[in-house]
């Protein structure tokens, strides 16, 4: 067996050829970063999704599916779809914030020309 | 053939059993649900994950999971993760208007206090 495998051969037990699909974006240094994809997509589902992929797109591609997959294990139900929701929250009481301090400068600014031209 | 299968088994075309795991998320009327489901996770995965949950957080997974394939498909590069940068960046938007909301506030206040204490 070749001891440089990419993380991928190496979890799924297999050479690793030259024009491996998963070698350039699974260094055998981060095995956890394929085996989460592995536990939620399945090899081949992501073998076949690369494949579709322009080359040039592909690292970014790796990197969203890692980042789905690792959510998708730590959060079963809700998976990143948890974080959007967290997020839509966020924006709507940052929103809130912000009408309302806008209302402030409003009455701060009617209160400052009541005084000027008083 | 059972022309009341779910959608999941009418795309696997297979019979569907009376304790079918799809058939209670994956009503035949909506058949773009599975098949985006199926092509991102495979219905094996699918399968598997509902299992590990127990039933009444499969809903709620399904939805997500559904979410995030519908995404997948149409970004293939960035699928949801997509969606998180674009709230984070609304987020930070947001913020720096609340930042100089404030600022604007905080000037008006002193022009306030300067013309009250003259």
Redesign the interface.
């Known amino acids: 067996m070749n001891p440089k495998r990419c993380a991928a051969c190496k979890y799924l037990r297999r050479r690793c050829p030259k024009d491996c699909i998963f070698s350039p974006y699974f260094p055998p240094s981060d095995p956890d970063k394929f085996s989460c994809i592995h536990r939620?997509?399945?090899a081949?589902?992501v073998s076949k999704?690369l494949q579709?992929?322009p080359v040039q797109?592909r690292a970014?591609?790796v990197?969203?599916?890692s980042?789905?997959a690792r959510c998708?294990v730590q959060d079963?139900?809700?998976?990143?779809?948890?974080?959007?929701s967290l997020?839509?929250t966020?924006?709507q009481k940052?929103?809130t914030?912000?009408a309302k301090?806008?209302a402030?400068?409003a009455v701060?600014?009617t209160?400052?020309s009541q005084?000027?031209y008083l």
């Open positions: 939620i997509y399945g081949g589902n999704m579709q992929l797109t970014e591609a990197e969203s599916l980042f789905e998708r079963p139900v809700y998976g990143c779809v948890g974080i959007i997020l839509q966020q924006i940052t929103q914030l912000l301090t806008q402030e400068i701060a600014q209160k400052h005084h000027t």
